[in-house]
């Protein structure tokens, strides 16, 4: 049988997503990488990492089929592991198509970038929202479900989330595990001024 072709742009509902990497410093219980390669009947398993023109080579098959809602950087690893993709592709994106455009991260930016002024050059690329999955309402409980790389990966998310809510229309979002209080990230998401989402335990971040 012909092995599948990896997805790099997908989509679900009215949304295409793009799917630019597959690594991520966090090893999530819960992460859906764990369970299996597909989603919806796309291949999320990147055999390599595509260059931010094979991004747009790919969103150009399928960006006029549709009035699509938003376009958003979302697949199996965390996208800000790429910061240079996202900014090439994103004003790509909104130089030639006006859309909608979102980053599921799960907040790790200034860690995975410490050179560079994240926040002001994604603003600058034109990105319109960003979903943090923040997953945790204190350190002990991030470390024990997400197992980060980073030690202090919990407090630079928290000041990710207070620097980008500033630029961004930005929601926090937890999943439905039981380690999670979540009137506690409620409380969090009500002091820090930002929205607060729960998802369902079926994926990474959508
Ligand atoms: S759930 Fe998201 S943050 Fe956690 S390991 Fe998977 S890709 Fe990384």
């Not at 790099?8 to 219980?29: A, D, E, F, H, S």
Request: charged share 30%; aromatic share 10%.
């Amino acid at each position: 049988m012909k092995p599948r072709k990896p997805s790099i742009v997908y989509w679900l509902g009215n949304n295409l997503y793009l799917n630019v990497t597959n690594r991520c410093p966090n090893n999530c219980y819960f992460c859906f990488r764990n369970f299996t390669h597909t989603l919806k009947g796309f291949d999320l398993k990147l055999r390599r990492e595509p260059s931010p023109e094979e991004v747009i080579i790919e969103l150009q098959k399928v960006i006029n089929q549709k009035n699509w809602d938003e376009i958003v950087f979302c697949g199996f690893g965390e996208p800000l592991e790429r910061l240079d993709c996202i900014i090439k592709v994103t004003k790509w994106i909104k130089k030639y198509h006006g859309k909608a455009v979102r980053i599921d991260t799960n907040g790790q930016g200034f860690l995975l970038n410490k050179d560079r002024a994240v926040v002001e050059e994604l603003k600058e690329a034109g990105v319109d929202r960003i979903s943090v999955s923040l997953n945790a309402h204190d350190t002990t409980t991030y470390n024990q479900i997400c197992r980060p790389d980073f030690e202090d990966a919990y407090e630079s998310i928290l000041e990710f989330i207070e620097k980008s809510s500033k630029e961004f229309d930005l929601e926090i979002t937890a999943v439905t595990v039981p380690e999670v209080d979540l009137p506690k990230m409620q409380e969090i998401a009500k002091e820090m001024e930002v929205k607060f989402r729960l998802r369902r335990l079926i994926s990474c971040f959508w």
